[in-house]
């Protein structure tokens, strides 16, 4: 049986494959919308107050309203996951839960002004199991289209509107890779379609910077302003260039949902992912402080144990 998806609609609760959302919705038609990504560690959001921010960022960048405080969205995505455990106890365990908020429906039209109220969906399904980091994951560098540029759209926006993404993945995925690392216009290494990079060379982490034109990703800056400090690891974040990837020990991509996940490759570089190598210290570590982080705020727990 595939994993169960729920979805909660403006607060009514049901099972994700019902239709519940207009053909008029803007986020259906023109990808009108902003987006977050949460999930559980052993019952508890993890960095639940990092994504409520970066949702009020992209969200004020595209003069969408938030429509509820922050005590509401806790409220509906608390009722949403203990409802699917309990229509589906048998998947219990951590949970991927996304908000999806776009400006309304209304009259066909680009205009935003023809919109009506914020519309507004969860969605909660079982969590995914991390990539195996034994086997690291594959990445290909895509060669026909560029990262849409800060002065276009800014990738630091997380909206509903992904098709550079999946174009890019899409190339990667053609060639044989699990990933895709895509470039900006002045060929700089920048992120992957739903993934921060960073690499690692001693006890050093190397990361793009935002002014690269990236995702402010929050398990990035955790782990770059956060963890990495606490750990005695020095954080370089500048341009990195594709000349420079052989210089490189190893590489993570990084994402609420993957954690630190190891790459083995991009392209014909390979990468350490030894068991006993540094970064895989670093990345069990932070695993380690990820959940110790997210148990601490009692007002984050969502599911009794």
């Known amino acids: 049986m595939a994993a169960p ?22 986020g259906f038609l023109y990808g009108d919308a902003v987006y977050e990504v949460w999930r559980t560690r052993q019952g508890h959001l993890f960095a639940f107050e990092e994504h409520w921010d970066r949702l009020h960022r992209s969200a004020d960048a595209l003069a969408i309203k938030v429509p509820f405080t922050e005590a509401g969205l806790r409220a509906e995505l608390r009722n949403t996951i203990r409802e699917h455990g309990v229509r589906w106890p048998e998947f219990r365990g951590d949970y991927y839960v996304r908000l999806q908020l776009s400006r309304g429906g209304g ?8 919109a009506d109220n914020p519309f507004w969906v969860i969605l909660v399904q079982p969590l995914a199991a991390p990539p195996n980091p034994a086997v690291g994951l594959s990445l290909s560098i895509a060669r026909t289209l560029k990262r849409n540029p800060i002065w276009s759209l800014n990738p630091a926006w997380k909206t509903g509107n992904y098709l550079n993404n999946l174009l890019c993945l899409r190339e990667a995925r053609e060639r044989g890779a699990d990933e895709v690392l895509m470039l900006n216009e002045r060929e700089e290494l920048t992120e992957a379609a739903v993934c921060n990079i960073v690499f690692w060379t001693g006890r050093t982490l190397v990361a793009p910077s935002l002014a690269c034109g990236i995702l402010d990703g929050i398990t990035r800056r955790l782990l770059l302003h956060a963890f990495a400090g606490l750990v005695g690891w020095k954080v370089d974040e500048r341009p990195v260039r594709e000349k420079e990837l052989p210089g490189f020990e190893g590489c993570f991509l990084t994402s609420t949902t993957k954690d630190l996940a190891p790459v083995r490759s991009i392209d014909q570089v390979r990468f350490s992912i030894t068991t006993a190598s540094e970064g895989e210290k670093l990345r069990r570590g932070f695993q380690a402080w990820a959940d110790e982080r997210a148990a601490r705020d009692p007002a984050n727990r969502m599911v009794e144990r």
């Open 5 to 26: 998806i729920l979805a909660n609609t403006i607060g009514v609760i049901r099972d994700a494959r019902e239709v519940s959302i207009s053909p008029l919705d803007r």
């Open 107 to 114: 009259s066909i039209g680009l205009d935003p002004g023809l």
